[in-house]
């Protein structure tokens, strides 16, 4: 089975703050994905990368950056938190497969439950 | 862009009835794939079941199915038999057959609360 490892469940920070969120796949996956996740709001796209030191912006990037110096490993960074950052962060991977296979579901860490105050 | 709606933000129903789940997606696309989600308290999301919008046939995983009407943009989950452990949030996803990126659209979320 295919394991998204996030780093913490639970984190609380204070406005201003550096924080990071790390996010570890054990499946030699190529696509990873950061999503935050609000209540009616489903899930909402903040980055994610295709490769090693690769990234694209998805729909709600600002306020945010990543990281992925190795393949098995893609951080969230929240250059200065503030308080309308506070959300459940969700790390998702998947195998790099197009055409028959295109139908390859995401697979999901546990969550991180980010508190801002 | 490509928006996913789901118009019930929650849903009930009584152990071993039927339920079903409501989806609407927009795209001007022809080839895309189709997700549903679950979403239990424990809160990993795992997937429910899946269509690839060339099928014309119904995608069906044992107690879950989906009626997918291209025309319509409708993707809806039916869940036959239900039970306890199929309270959760459903999430539906809609995913370009043309991004290479492989990012997925989700809609809001239907939280099902199953009733004993």
């Known amino acids: 089975d295919v394991k998204v490892t996030q780093s913490s469940r639970y984190l609380v920070k204070r406005t201003g703050e550096k924080v990071f969120l790390e996010c570890v796949q054990d499946?030699?996956?190529?696509?990873m994905f950061w999503y935050r996740q609000d209540p009616g709001l489903g899930l909402r796209l903040i980055y994610f990368?295709?490769?090693?030191?690769?990234?694209e912006k998805g729909d709600i990037p600002e306020g945010y950056s990543v990281s992925r110096e190795k393949k098995e490993r893609f951080s969230l960074i929240l250059e200065s938190a503030s308080t309308n950052q506070t959300s459940m962060y969700l790390c998702?991977?998947?195998?790099?497969?197009?055409?028959?296979?295109?139908?390859?579901?995401?697979?999901f860490g546990d969550g991180t439950r980010l508190s801002i105050l | 862009a490509q928006t996913v709606t789901q118009s019930q933000p929650e849903m009930s129903v009584q152990e071993a009835e039927t339920v079903t789940l409501s989806c609407t997606y927009d795209?001007?696309?022809?080839?895309?794939?189709l997700f549903w989600y679950k979403q239990p308290p424990s809160r990993q999301m795992i997937l429910v079941i899946r269509?690839?919008?060339?099928?014309?046939q119904n995608a069906t995983e044992n107690r879950f199915s989906v009626n997918f009407q291209k025309a319509a943009k409708s993707f809806s989950l039916k869940i036959s038999d239900s039970q306890l452990g199929d309270a959760a949030m459903y999430f539906c996803?809609?995913?370009?057959?043309?991004?290479?990126?492989?990012?997925?659209?989700f809609g809001g979320g239907t939280r099902l609360m199953v009733k004993p």
């Open positions: 998702a991977s998947r195998p790099f497969f197009t055409g028959i296979e295109g139908n390859q579901p995401q697979h």
């Open positions: 499946m030699d996956h190529e696509n």
């Open positions: 990368s295709y490769d090693v030191k690769m990234k």
């Open positions: 795209t001007s696309e022809s080839d895309y794939y």
């Open positions: 269509q690839e919008a060339y099928k014309q």
């Open positions: 996803a809609y995913r370009s057959a043309l991004d290479a990126g492989n990012m997925l659209t």
